[in-house]
């Protein structure tokens, strides 16, 4: 039994040691907005937050996040108002398939905590996340709009 | 193609559920709305075709016979039927069509009839299956050739919105006993200037339902539109950011199994066995399932059922496939091209003769592109469900109706046993379209296998048992005159696939000829975004660069004057060169190269900035854009499929490389198929021309041309033209 604290509620969770974070999010828990994409940690498709930290849910051991605050995607709005990243990826039409989108705005939303004005050079380092659909124009204008509200 | 014996019609005046107005549009028989009316008609509406409803609260629902992929077609298609409609925009829904023969999409099989498109080569492949041979028009809801805008939105949505408009006049008119040419429509409000009457549609949606008008209505000008041309917000995007929008990986139904896959790693290969003992001893494991070239486990999460089939050493037989490799299949592609008895494309003039003519100088060059995957962000799966003789599926395919009729197929029951649930679709780029491999083998799985199972395939999976973009070698050749001008351009290739008119040029050049070498390729291919144009864009674009600089020109001006007789392809260069600044002076260590390609409809030039990273690859730094699609539905997704479309290129020309050893594809995940991600993602303006010719594509005319461009840049910075494809398999030297 692992306790998993994710979007503020505690869950009890009849896993093994070994499964990532993501398949406890996706499959036991049915959090279905984070997504799949690689499963080694490279496309960014599945990022969380773990006590605020992005972290690629795919490759990061569920028993690690054992007592520390999971937010997912679900998770980001409160009070059913969106979080200024998401209003600005809408106001942006940042998203085409949408698949990405969910680690997107994860790492975006980790970003802005670290650097509230983030110049390009630090955009390009920080959003390493794959967009196969290319909406990387726009996803650099939602977060310096983000960056602004 | 024989011809469609229907007629194209307008059915007005039929009553629907409720009371109200139905009309119908398109090559259907009559009992075909009947039948959209009862699947898609809600009580209290009123259907308006296949394509539309008005309730009675006013409300508008578009139903759209085509995949959301992030194209924006969900949103475009009603914004085209509510601008003919007078609609307001508030008042607009969309839904997107259910795969049934009652929403096929008929502004294809316009387009076919007349002759803007022929029906693409790789649909009729899929005619193999008994149901698809009717099918090849009547079926049609792909999502793919760029088709949506073209052919289901000019030929479909704009007419039926025109003519649910002069219903809902003349129905008005009726009622309040005035002349027709006195009741105006706008934003969803029929009015009398002179009395100061007004309704919404809604109030008279029933009583239109009883009076005809003809079905061949003008169309509006540009200048009265209110909603095309505007960047209308997608219905797609909201539930795209709060991780609401449920992709096929997304569905969760009640005892819901799920399997992962592991087909022969080795193309063509069978399973022989494979010992199911490990995989049952693991927690969650409910049971392995056999196909002829796959096995998959299933269980009660995916990483369980992934880890169980890590755990199995399954036993192929691997066939005559094993034998292949990357330089087998290119000695192949050149042994093909050598032996010669090609098959003509098309030819203008006596090609062969310009080339011997005397006072000439000829230039050659060879090119060669890779295999590459799709790698949709969304891995392939498919959640299927046999049960009390009935088969639903869920997932996200581009031609719901095609894809049904290949899952009746595959179950061997009846196309009404069979329901095929849409979800959201995490990238297509072809895969999803007629590539069906993995709905066919979810219900080999699901057959057996108690209750509904959603069958995944890992990212290693997807990446190597993909229908690849096929690898192809052009060799070109040409015979500029004593001004420098193409006198004589030969093309030849290898495979061609879709659309026909990809290899074509649109520059002056009296004589010129493409022949290829067919069915060359041995490992499945299948369309992969923009389809041939991503080849011949690079093959044709660099050439005509190395044709400029064999001749001592400008590569824009060179091509600039072999477009005296395509205006709208010049102004289109123009354009683009202008944006750029072409020929002003650039920092040290930069260049830029130029290219254009029609594709789809759609005139595109790109103007591409480079300079050369410490460890000798290129990097982009900015892109400008001109296009001329004849005219723009939405600016901002618009915008948007030129720029992904433009990266989605990018990524092939600096990156993409799928190899091949021992019939096996080497690639296997992001860390050896690498991406443009956002470091490597130019500064990119786009800017259209709005000629007014017929409305050309989106989602796929920006990917043909950039890696021309990107090449003709690298050979402008370092003078070492590079041939081969991706370009980082060639380090350049920094000096």
């Known amino acids: 039994m692992i306790t998993m604290k994710i979007n503020g509620q505690t869950h009890e969770v009849d896993v093994e040691e070994g499964i990532p974070l993501l398949w406890v999010v996706r499959d036991v828990l049915n959090f279905t907005g984070t997504k799949y994409g690689c499963g080694v940690g490279a496309c960014g498709a599945c990022t969380v937050h773990v006590d605020g930290e992005p972290v690629r849910s795919c490759s990061f051991p569920a028993v690690l996040a054992q007592g520390k605050e999971i937010v997912t995607i679900e998770g980001l709005q409160e009070n059913g108002v969106l979080h200024k990243v998401q209003q600005a990826w809408i106001d942006a039409q940042a998203p085409q398939c949408g698949y990405c989108q969910s680690g997107q705005i994860m790492a975006a939303v980790a970003l802005l905590k670290v650097k509230p004005q983030p110049t390009d050079e630090e955009i390009d380092a920080a959003m390493t996340n794959i967009c196969r659909c290319g909406a990387y124009t726009q996803i650099r204008a939602a977060i310096h709009a983000a960056a602004k509200a | ?735």
Request: hydrophobic share 45%; aromatic share 8%; with cysteine.
């Open chain 2, 1 to 735: 193609m024989g011809k469609i014996t229907r007629r194209l019609m307008i059915f007005g005046g039929v009553a629907a559920a409720g009371g109200g107005l139905a009309i119908g549009y398109g090559l259907l028989p009559y009992e075909t709305i009947d039948r959209a009316r009862k699947i898609a008609g809600r009580d209290g509406e009123t259907m308006l075709a296949a394509w539309v409803r008005i309730a009675k609260d006013n409300t508008i629902t578009v139903i759209v016979p085509h995949s959301e992929m992030g194209q924006g077609v969900h949103t475009s298609l009603p914004m085209m039927l509510a601008e003919e409609l007078d609609a307001d925009w508030n008042l607009v829904r969309m839904e997107q069509a259910p795969a049934d023969m009652a929403f096929a999409n008929m502004g294809l099989a316009r387009g076919y009839l007349r002759g803007d498109t022929s029906i693409p080569s790789w649909l009729s492949g899929a005619a193999d299956f008994g149901f698809r041979k009717i099918a090849e028009f009547m079926n049609l809801q792909i999502t793919g050739g760029s088709t949506a805008i073209r052919f289901t939105g000019v030929d479909g949505m704009r007419r039926v919105g025109a003519v649910a408009r002069a219903m809902l006049v003349k129905a008005a008119a009726a009622k309040w006993g005035v002349a027709e040419s006195e009741v105006d429509a706008a934003s969803s409000q029929l009015s009398h200037k002179a009395s100061g009457r007004t309704m919404s549609f809604g109030d008279i949606a029933s009583d239109a339902a009883l009076v005809s008008v003809a079905a061949d209505l003008p169309l509006k000008k540009k200048a009265d539109y209110k909603i095309v041309g505007t960047p209308i917000r997608r219905f797609d995007i909201p539930a795209k950011v709060n991780g609401s929008a449920k992709y096929g990986l997304d569905v969760r139904l009640p005892d819901l199994s799920f399997a992962v896959i592991a087909s022969s790693p080795v193309f063509g290969g069978k399973l022989k066995s494979v010992d199911e003992k490990p995989a049952l001893a693991m927690r969650g494991v409910k049971k392995v399932v056999r196909l002829d070239d796959a096995f998959a486990v299933v269980a009660d999460n995916t990483w369980r059922a992934k880890e169980a089939v890590a755990a199995l050493a399954p036993v192929w037989d691997d066939g005559p496939g094993a034998a292949m490799s990357s330089e087998s299949i290119y000695a192949q592609l050149n042994q093909a091209l050598d032996k010669g008895g090609l098959t003509d494309d098309h030819a203008f003039g006596d090609v062969d003769a310009a080339l011997k003519s005397a006072g000439g100088k000829i230039v050659e060059a060879s090119y060669r592109v890779p295999y590459l995957a799709h790698a949709t962000m969304e891995v392939m799966n498919c959640t299927a469900h046999f049960e009390n003789g009935k088969l639903s599926v869920w997932g996200g395919f581009q031609d719901g109706l095609g894809s049904k009729a290949v899952a009746a197929q595959a179950a061997s029951l009846p196309m009404d046993a069979v329901t095929l649930n849409h979800t959201a679709m995490g990238g297509g780029f072809g895969r999803r379209g007629y590539t069906l491999d993995y709905l066919v083998k979810a219900i080999g799985i699901a057959r057996q296998v108690e209750g509904p199972v959603q069958v995944v395939w890992t990212r290693e999976e997807d990446m190597t048992q993909d229908y690849y973009r096929h690898a192809s070698i052009a060799r070109m050749k040409a015979c500029l005159d004593e001004k420098g001008n193409v006198k004589a351009w030969l093309h030849t290739f290898t495979d061609k696939y879709d659309p026909p008119e990809a290899v074509f040029i649109n520059y002056d050049v009296p004589n010129r000829a493409a022949r290829y070498a067919a069915k060359v390729n041995p490992i499945p291919w299948g369309p992969w975004r923009s389809v041939d144009h991503t080849q011949q864009g690079f093959f044709i674009e660099t050439f005509m660069d190395e044709l400029a600089h064999a001749s001592g020109k400008d590569p824009y001006e060179f091509r600039r004057a072999h477009l005296t007789n395509a205006p709208r392809h010049k102004a289109v260069l123009e354009l683009a060169a202008s944006m750029a600044g072409w020929g002003q002076a650039l920092p040290a260590g930069q260049a830029r190269g130029i290219s254009m390609r029609e594709a789809f409809g759609t005139i595109v030039a790109h103007v591409a900035q480079i300079s050369i990273t410490p460890d000798g690859f290129p990097k982009v730094l900015r892109v400008w854009t001109a296009v001329d699609p004849g005219e723009v539905i939405n600016p901002a997704t618009f915008t948007a499929q030129i720029q992904g479309g433009a990266i989605y290129g990018l990524t092939a020309a600096l990156y993409g490389n799928i190899t091949i050893e021992k019939g096996r594809v080497v690639q296997k995940n992001f860390p050896d198929y690498d991406m443009v991600r956002m470091a490597d993602a130019p500064v990119h303006e786009v800017r259209f021309i709005e000629s007014g010719a017929r409305t050309g594509g989106a989602g796929e005319p920006g990917t043909a041309p950039i890696a021309a461009a990107v090449g003709n840049a690298i050979f402008a910075l370092t003078g070492k033209r590079i041939r081969d494809l991706p370009f980082r398999a060639t380090p350049l030297n920094v000096t």
